[in-house]
């Protein structure tokens, strides 16, 4: 009966990537003969997932859009990831009607639903055992996500009011192309149909979305990934410093926790490390707590302002 859960399970994770896949891919796919593939289709629309399936030549299965969830959803682990991602998104969100912190904890209280019965004593456990400290951070409307996405799926011409970090407020058309969602904040990355050029925006800080029928053709990026161009952008004005510590990279890690930062294993007593700063004096506390020794290999002027702090501490 477990081989026969676990094939489920693979063929559901499979169909709901939302492809067309013909018999014989998706027998290849999960290593099973034809004959036991529809016996496995058959059961997952036993279950209530309605799996279209097309014959003959050009012919596929396909898992269809827009149906209700039933509980074969999830299993152990994919129960207490879900909880957990709830639970941790709730905590880190608004609490403003509409917000994506809002419905986050709504949701986390009625999850049990999605789950079978069985694995409903271990979410009610989960739950009754685990609090979360919060952590304040801007947290967007679900409708303003929502309507993202489905911009940017559809490649839709959108308008909003924009207000960004100095107060000042202008009115946007833009090609959505990506969230991003980055250092507890939700970001859109556009092209700006005024300016002409790619724009990275603050989803919590957008209003009066409006979404036209008009349509866009996809634009090369200029960067690998709409990550590694919000990165350009919020690094743009840091300073880029390189060190190495003599310590493990586990006690590294752990002492630039809140930093984005590189690290590198140089051997087993020492790591190289390269983060973007705002200003040297970020390093001293992460630096302080390790009680190692280190080197800054650049930029000098970082060097040289650690060295004068450290002469006006022991001149102290």
Known sequence: MAD?????LALLATLRTGRAFSGEELAARLEVSPRTLRRDVDRLRGYGYPVETRPGPGGHYRLAAGTAVPPLAF????AVAT????????ATGGAAEGSVGEAATRAYGKVDQLLPRR?????????????????AAPSPGTGVLAALAEAIQHRRVIAFDYVDKDGSATSRRVEPHRHVHHGLRWYLLAWDVG??????????????????????TPRPLPADTALDYLRQGLNKDRTR??????????????????REAELAALDDRRTRVVLMLDTWQWLLLDLAFLDADFTVHEPPGVRDALHAFGARLLRS
């Open 4 to 8: 026969v859960t676990g094939r489920i």
């Open 195 to 216: 300016k002409e050029d790619w724009r990275v925006f603050r989803t919590d800080r957008i209003t009066g979305l409006r979404t036209s029928t008009s349509t866009c």
């Open 75 to 78: 299993d152990g682990d994919e």
């Open 241 to 258: 410093v390189v060190l190495s510590v003599d310590a493990p990279l586990p006690a590294v890690a752990d002492a630039f926790k809140h």
């Open 83 to 90: 909880l957990l991602g709830l639970a941790t998104l709730a």
């Open 119 to 135: 694995l409903r004593h271990r979410a009610a456990h989960l739950r009754a055992s685990l609090e979360t400290g919060t952590v």
